[in-house]
Structures are given as C-alpha cells and as structure tokens.
C-alpha cells in the first residue's frame, strides 16, 4: 500500500509499488465558466448546467426545469450566443473570460513560483464547462499534490457563485483514494491591496479622460433580493467595497455609488438596477458624465464587455448621457496579482514554511 514514507523516498518503494510523485501544494483557481464557443449548442449545454445550479437559482427542479428547458433554453442561447460574438476572442478562438483567467494563471505561476519554487503547482478551473474542476483536482492529485489551496476568484462571498464552487471542489474531493488535505480562500473584498488595485485602476482610467465623471457607479453583478433575506452576505459586503473605495480614493458620498447589474427573471433583485439608474442620473440628475467600475468581476468578461460597456452605456446616452467610460476589471494588472498573491500566501499559512 501507498504510504507518506515512499512518497518523500520513492526509491525505496518495491518494484511493483504505485508510483508516488514528489509532494506539492496545488492552488487551484476557479472562476465561473463560460461556454466553448458562441453558437447555439455550446450556449445550450454552457448555460443548462449553469441555470440547473439551485445554488444559482434555488426554485424546485420540479417547477424550474420544465421553464428552463422549453423556455428558456430555446431562446436564451441566441441572444446570449449574439452577445459573446460581439466581445469573442477570435484570435484565440474563446471568450475573454477565458483569455485573462489563463493570463492570471500565468502571472500568479510566476509570482508564486518565485516564492516556493517547484513545491508549488498553480492551474485554474472552471465551476461549469471547461476545464471542469474535476479533472483539474485529478490533475493536481496525479502530479503529487498532497495539499490543493482552492481559491474561486470572487472577491465577495455568494452563495451563487463562491459557494457552488467550493461544492464542485468538493464534489471532486469525494471522488480521489487518496484525498488531499483541502483549503478553501476567504473573500478578499476587504484586503487593502485589492482596495488599493481598484483605487488605481479608477485613478488610471480618470487620468486618460478629458473631463472628470459626475460621478462613479460601481456596478456589481446582481442576484434576487430575496437571496439577501435568507441570509447571503454578498449585498453588504459589495457595499462595504464601494464605501472602502470611496476611503481610499478620499471622495465625498456623492461621487460614488453602489449599483446591481444582469437581472434575470421576474423577481426583484437588489436595487438599484444599473441600466435604470444611468438613466435616472442623466435624465433626471443632469449628471451627463459618468464612469462605471465592476468590483464584484475579477476578469472582464460577458457582463461587463457587453452588458456595461453596451447595453448600459446606450441606456444612459438614450436618457441624454454625454460622456461614458467604462473602468475595465483588474484582470492581470501587476496591482491585482500582487493583491491575489497576498491573499494566497495568507491562505497557505503552514504549509510551505
Ligand atoms: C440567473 C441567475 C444568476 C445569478 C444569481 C448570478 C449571479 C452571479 N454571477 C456572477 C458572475 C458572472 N455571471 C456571468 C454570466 C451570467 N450570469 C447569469 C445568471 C446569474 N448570475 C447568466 C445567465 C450568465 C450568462 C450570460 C447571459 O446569458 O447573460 C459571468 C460571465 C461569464 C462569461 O463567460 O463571460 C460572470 C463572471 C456573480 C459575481 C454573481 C453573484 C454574486
Ligand atoms: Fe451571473
Ligand atoms: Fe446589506
């Protein structure tokens, strides 16, 4: 049988002993998914598995899945397939989630090789389509990982998306011989140096306009109301961030706000709604110049590319807005992944020492 000692001797194994690889620490990073490609079956099977997660929408499966697959299912993937088209990564033939979740996967390889060498292995999943997170933790067991640092790349904690991650993770766990000794990253919204990476990636954004915003909106990804009430703390905490934000940035109440974007369904969601209250500034508050950040997205993708920086932005210059920019996510600037690699250092507490 397998045992640590042959792990850290292996030649002392017998000849017909398993092979056991050098030990590491695996720090697995995940974000949420995004489909294959933008056409009507791989928005089909992208957003079925996305849409059947009842930690993304908890209706019974009784009553939710005949909606979602003869409604839903039967529309969603054209509109949302002609959305991704319009912001695709043609050169590399994938959407911009992808793209900037392999770059950030490079830097913190690098970042944290530096600091621990080949003790350490750094991959990335995703919650839904591909790379799964099963076959990542396969992956990272196969190459000698005693120890996986899980980290899903949302800054704030929802059951929506931070939770049903740590499920899939899990999920794989259940699956291993030999399980790995399992941590799961914190939410990070309150770590200075994220703070400080937004503060910059404002104050870079503010430097390149020729006149300054009436005002900044940071627009996070929405989730139902009710989903408040029942205890998630994602809405407080995202308007902890804005108010952290507006700390740093030593700006006055009426310069900042927090708003929610990407409603979906018929129930209230948290307020305010972005794509009205744009139009409300311009139209009712002569604000017609403003900027918009996306603190709860560490990767620009969907959501932002397309739904702020087009469907927002033509929301607000139909009500009379003048001036738009939109404050690009941190993705892989240097600010963000000295933050991210903090976090993780923090997170490995006794493990590589
Ligand atoms: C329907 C319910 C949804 C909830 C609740 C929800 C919460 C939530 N999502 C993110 C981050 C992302 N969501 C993204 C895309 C996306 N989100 C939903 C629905 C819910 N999200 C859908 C249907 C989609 C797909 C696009 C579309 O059809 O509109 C993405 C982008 C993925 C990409 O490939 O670019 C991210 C990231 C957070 C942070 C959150 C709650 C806290
Ligand atoms: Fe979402
Ligand atoms: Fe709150």
């Not at 740590?166 to 941590?183: C, G, I, V």
């Not at 914190?186 to 400080?196: A, N, R």
């Not at 989903?227 to 407080?236: A, N, Q, R, T």
Request: with cysteine; proline share 7%; net charge negative.
């Amino acid at each position: 049988m397998p045992d640590a000692k042959d792990a850290t001797c292996p030649a002392h194994a017998p000849a017909d002993h398993p092979k056991i690889p050098r030990e590491k620490v695996g720090i697995l990073l995940a974000n949420l998914g995004t489909p294959d490609n933008y056409g009507y079956w791989a928005m089909r099977r992208y957003l079925n598995e996305f849409l059947s997660d009842q930690r993304v929408i908890d209706y019974p499966a009784w009553k939710w899945q005949p909606i979602l697959q003869l409604i839903v299912l039967t529309k969603r993937p054209f509109t949302s397939g002609a959305a991704y088209k319009s912001i695709w990564n043609e050169a590399a033939n994938e959407s911009p989630l992808m793209t900037i979740t392999k770059d950030q996967t490079h830097a913190l390889r690098t970042t944290l090789t530096e600091a621990y060498g080949d003790r350490v292995m750094v991959d990335y999943c995703m919650r839904y389509g591909n790379p799964s997170t099963r076959s990542k933790v396969r992956a990272m067991v196969d190459a000698g990982c005693t120890k996986i640092l899980f980290f899903p790349l949302y800054p704030h904690y929802a059951g929506a998306t931070t939770a049903t991650a740590n499920d899939q993770f899990f999920r794989a766990l259940m699956k291993e011989t030999w399980q790995p000794t399992a941590r799961v990253v914190d939410p990070y919204f309150e770590e200075p140096l994220y703070i400080e990476a937004l503060a910059q990636s404002v104050e870079q954004a503010y430097a390149k306009i020729p006149e300054r915003p009436d005002i900044l909106l940071c627009s996070y990804h929405g989730v139902p109301e009710r989903y408040l009430m029942e205890g998630d703390p994602y809405h407080c905490q995202c308007q902890k961030t804005t108010r952290l934000l507006k700390e740093r940035l030593g700006w006055a109440d009426t310069e900042i706000k927090t708003t929610f974007q990407s409603k979906f369904g018929p129930e209230e969601w948290l307020k305010p709604y972005t794509v009205e209250e744009v139009a409300r500034l311009a139209r009712d508050e002569g604000k017609k110049k403003i900027a918009v950040c996306a603190p709860a997205f560490s990767a620009d993708c969907i959501e932002t590319l397309e739904e702020i920086n087009e469907e927002i932005k033509e929301s607000f210059e139909h009500a009379g807005g003048e001036q738009f920019t939109y404050v690009p996510c941190l993705n892989d600037n240097p600010a963000h992944i000295a933050a991210l690699t903090k976090v993780i250092k923090d997170n490995l507490g006794g493990w590589l020492e």
